[in-house]
């Protein structure tokens, strides 16, 4: 099957600082992109959808000044946390759809997680 | 907004027996899939088996089959001679645009 790549698996920084987490489809081309937040325990939730060249769609209650997302090829999107606070520390995980339709096979990443000191 | 439901957190199944594992859903979509998901520790998401709504007949994954009552708005997941491998949080999730889960259920399986 499809891969998706994520890169780093795994970060700790210092509150205040950025991180930025990339997502890269590896044998295919991706219109569409998805990020999520899954918290210990916890389900995964939509944070953002990106298309390739265009601006990202927040779900509801997501900072997207906060959340920065950038689909600027059709194999990479980035996610950067603008001034990281511990209570953003999760496990963020990618997903890339192979075709430009909602119903195209979605492959997941193996996930970042991120610990914010 | 379209939810999904898992109203089981924790599910336990002795080991070659068979468990199943429930979801509802509520949509007001007519066309859409759904999906359940495996995630290990490792945390790497596994795609156990999908559905298309339009279909009638339930889908099967070798040991894996769905029950899906459209009407019921019901998606439960049978697993058969359950394995020691098969132990994971099982998500449930529904796809119309974006894909949306349930809470995860935590299967565990004894010997």
């Known amino acids: 099957g499809a891969v998706v790549s994520q890169h780093p698996s795994w970060v700790i920084c210092k509150s205040g600082t950025s991180v930025k987490i990339e997502c890269r489809s590896l044998d295919f081309q991706a219109t569409t992109m998805f990020w999520y937040r899954q918290f210990p325990k916890q389900s995964l939730m939509l944070m953002a959808t990106s298309n390739e060249g265009s601006k990202a769609t927040y779900e509801q209650g997501v900072e997207k000044d906060k959340f920065l997302i950038n689909h600027a090829s059709l194999t990479l999107s980035t996610l950067t946390v603008t001034s990281a606070h511990p209570e953003d520390s999760s496990f963020y995980i990618c997903?890339?759809?192979?075709?430009?339709?909602?119903?195209?096979?979605?492959?997941f990443g193996p996930g970042t997680r991120l610990t914010v000191l | 907004a379209q939810t999904v439901t898992q109203s089981q957190p924790e599910m336990s199944v002795q080991e070659a027996e068979t468990v199943t594992l429930s979801c509802t859903y509520d949509?007001?979509?007519?066309?859409?899939?759904l999906f359940w998901y495996k995630q290990p520790p490792s945390r790497q998401m596994i795609l156990v088996i999908r559905q298309e709504a339009y279909k009638q007949q339930n889908a099967t994954e070798n040991r894996f089959s769905v029950n899906f009552q459209k009407a019921a708005k019901s998606f439960s997941l049978k697993i058969s001679d359950s394995q020691l491998g098969d132990a994971a949080m099982y998500f449930c999730?529904?796809?119309?645009?974006?894909?949306?889960f349930g809470a995860g259920t935590r299967l565990t399986v004894k010997p």
């Open positions: 997903s890339a759809r192979i075709g430009p339709h909602s119903t195209d096979t979605q492959y």
């Open positions: 999730a529904y796809r119309n645009n974006d894909m949306r």
């Open positions: 949509t007001s979509e007519s066309d859409y899939y």
